[in-house]
């Protein structure tokens, strides 16, 4: 088992930044960032795998970066110029295995609670 604890929702502006963090209770393969909003359909942002391949939505190119800590088994989403449609509870997911990194929610086995970040315009 695997336990995913987030940090580092809020709420900003649209244009600000937040960092989210997704601390692990162990090593894991393949970590990914997924949000849903009210309404919507889960939806994969970004992911990283364990040789730091990384892989993002269309809607957060050049905006989002994932990054990963081994040393503290935590993952990171750096959200800048973020928008009113960023705005969604976000989630950290993580596997145990190594296929690239992945945006299929199916994937993933291991999923943290969630932080809300919300973007005002």
């Known amino acids: 088992q695997v336990q995913l604890a987030e940090s580092g929702g809020g709420s900003v502006q649209s244009g600000g930044s937040l960092r989210l963090s997704c601390a692990a209770s162990r090593p894991t393969y393949t970590m990914g960032w997924f949000r849903q909003a009210p309404g919507k359909e889960r939806e994969g942002v970004a992911s990283?795998?364990?040789?730091?391949?990384?892989a993002y939505a269309d809607s957060v190119k050049g905006r989002f970066t994932i990054s990963q800590d081994y040393a503290k088994n935590t993952f990171y989403l750096q959200m800048n110029s973020l928008e009113p449609e960023d705005t969604a509870m976000y989630y950290c997911s993580a596997s145990r295995e190594s296929w690239g990194p992945v945006l299929t929610a199916s994937f993933y086995d291991y999923w943290g609670q969630g932080t809300q970040v919300t973007v005002s315009s």
């Open positions: 990283i795998d364990s040789d730091d391949s990384t």
